[in-house]
């Protein structure tokens, strides 16, 4: 089981009542020397809807207004025998593309999608779209928030 507290002001773990109550009838049930496990994580704030529209909004649509300024079609990102040529890059593609390429933003490297991600990952999977966007087709996505780091830090 998982059980949500906070620190206090005396920097100990705390939690409601109910939750404390739970837990503590948990460790009760167990029998003497029997191994249990804690984990310790830091929770992060979730991100809003108006984050996420405007940060995947931003990739997708100066990446798709590159591939279209610059005549790139499908087949450029799909080069095989079996994509014609003429047919734009649908922004369904480029998001497919760019969880492949870019997702594996979890604390031990996992692949998330944006609605696994906590705020943080939101942010390195972003700078990880954005570097994608620049070593593989020289596309420059300037980043919204140059100081996003700064905030979280704080």
């Not at 992060?44 to 940060?55: E, G, N, R, T, V």
């Not at 990102?77 to 593609?93: K, Y």
């Not at 996992?110 to 954005?130: D, G």
Request: include cysteine.
């Amino acid at each position: 089981m998982e059980f949500v507290g906070t620190i206090d002001a005396s920097h100990r773990l705390t939690f409601p009542p109910v939750i404390a109550g739970l837990r503590d009838s948990m460790l009760q049930s167990c029998k003497p020397g029997t191994v249990v496990r804690e984990k310790l994580t830091r929770s992060q704030p979730s991100k809003s809807h108006q984050q996420i529209k405007a940060l995947w909004g931003l990739v997708i649509e100066m990446v798709k207004r590159e591939f279209d300024d610059r005549g790139w079609d499908l087949n450029m990102l799909l080069p095989t025998a079996n994509v014609p040529t003429g047919i734009p890059v649908p922004r369904d593609v480029l998001k497919a593309v760019f969880y492949a390429a870019c997702g594996n933003v979890g604390d031990q490297g996992e692949r998330k999608t944006m609605s696994q991600m906590n705020v943080l990952e939101m942010s390195r999977f972003f700078e990880n779209c954005r570097d994608h966007a620049a070593r593989t087709w020289g596309i420059i996505v300037p980043d919204p928030d140059p100081k996003w780091r700064d905030k979280l830090d704080a």
